[in-house]
């Protein structure tokens, strides 16, 4: 991974020249990318996230990317649903982001591999998107969470069996160890891929970090999450007690990296 920084006019972006000019068939840097009206024209969106930010799946030939533009919400979002304070181009939250994802990827850390940072300025404010490569084959734990434990009886599986949340636990400590504060770690930010191997995303306003009470923090609000997606509270509890299970155990060495 080589970033590269590009700048036309009031866009600037931050760029992983692997991905992109390294690549045979694929975009080449253009501030277009950053439109998704771009990608529209060219029919080249093949679906679409939930959430706030709108997120676009975009076929960019050998992968799939994921388009995320950056979106204000809670009470200032009445105010500008997509405008940011201009404090400085490395300081935005898009070059923020690019560099600790990019960091992470190189690490071995399961996460997408981050492929552009697009920002245009606007005065003293800007706009800004993230562009990552999209994980092929994988659900939300939310989903998971959702579908496994619907029901209120006892005659299915108990969350503290599931070993799949015990490498949720895992998962979370190797970050955890390398000093990522997640500040949004909530059931929906975690992936669940088709060989059953966790992956995190959306790391906007996280930061690397020395131990501290912040770890606590990070795993209190994933235990709210699950209490959003479990049928009861009791469920959403045992479910993360599997989770502290793994976290409080060695973690995991496996392979999570994504081909170039």
Same mark, same amino acid.
């Given at each position: 991974?080589?970033?590269?920084?590009?700048?036309?006019?009031?866009?600037? *972006?931050?760029?992983?020249?692997?991905?992109?000019?390294?690549?045979?068939?694929?975009?080449?840097?253009?501030? !277009?990318?950053?439109?998704? !009206?771009?990608?529209?024209?060219?029919?080249?969106?093949?679906?679409?996230?939930?959430?706030?930010? /709108?997120?676009?799946?975009?076929?960019?030939?050998?992968?799939? %990317?994921?388009?995320?533009?950056?979106?204000? =919400? =809670?009470? *200032?979002?009445?105010?500008?649903?997509?405008?940011?304070?201009?404090?400085?181009?490395?300081?935005?939250?898009?070059?923020?982001?690019?560099? @600790?994802?990019?960091? &992470?990827?190189?690490?071995?850390?399961?996460?997408?591999?981050?492929? &552009?940072?697009?920002?245009?300025?606007?005065?003293?404010?800007?706009?800004?998107?993230?562009?990552?490569?999209?994980?092929?084959?994988?659900?939300? @734990?939310?989903?998971?969470?959702? !579908?496994?434990?619907?029901? $209120?009886?006892?005659?299915?599986?108990?969350?503290?069996?599931?070993?799949?949340?015990? !490498?949720? =636990?895992?998962?979370?400590?190797?970050?955890?160890?390398?000093?990522?504060?997640?500040?949004?770690? $909530?059931?929906? $930010?975690?992936?669940?891929?088709? /060989?059953?191997?966790? %992956?995190?995303?959306?790391?906007?306003?996280?930061?690397?970090?020395?131990?501290?009470? %912040?770890?606590?923090?990070?795993?209190?609000?994933?235990?709210?999450?699950? /209490?959003?997606?479990? /049928? $009861?509270?009791?469920?959403?509890?045992?479910?993360?007690?599997?989770?502290?299970?793994?976290?409080?155990?060695?973690?995991?060495?496996?392979?999570?990296?994504?081909?170039?």
């Amino acid at each position: 991974m080589r970033l590269a920084t590009y700048q036309s006019g009031k866009v600037s *972006i931050l760029y992983d020249a692997t991905s992109l000019c390294d690549a045979e068939h694929g975009p080449q840097i253009g501030a !277009e990318l950053l439109d998704p !009206e771009h990608w529209q024209r060219q029919g080249l969106v093949v679906g679409q996230a939930p959430g706030r930010g /709108q997120s676009l799946f975009l076929d960019a030939g050998e992968h799939q %990317w994921v388009l995320r533009p950056y979106r204000r =919400g =809670g009470l *200032i979002a009445r105010l500008s649903t997509d405008h940011y304070i201009w404090t400085g181009l490395q300081r935005t939250r898009a070059f923020r982001e690019m560099r @600790l994802t990019a960091s &992470l990827h190189q690490a071995g850390l399961p996460v997408p591999r981050p492929i &552009l940072a697009g920002v245009e300025r606007h005065g003293l404010t800007y706009r800004a998107a993230l562009i990552t490569q999209r994980l092929p084959q994988t659900i939300a @734990l939310a989903e998971h969470l959702t !579908e496994e434990y619907l029901t $209120n009886d006892d005659t299915g599986s108990s969350p503290l069996e599931d070993p799949l949340l015990i !490498e949720v =636990g895992r998962v979370i400590r190797r970050f955890h160890d390398h000093g990522l504060d997640h500040v949004d770690l $909530n059931a929906r $930010n975690l992936l669940v891929d088709d /060989q059953q191997r966790i %992956w995190l995303i959306d790391l906007d306003r996280c930061r690397l970090r020395s131990p501290g009470t %912040w770890r606590q923090a990070n795993l209190a609000r994933l235990s709210r999450s699950f /209490q959003r997606f479990c /049928q $009861n509270t009791a469920t959403a509890a045992m479910a993360m007690q599997a989770v502290q299970l793994g976290y409080d155990s060695t973690s995991s060495d496996s392979d999570h990296s994504l081909t170039s």
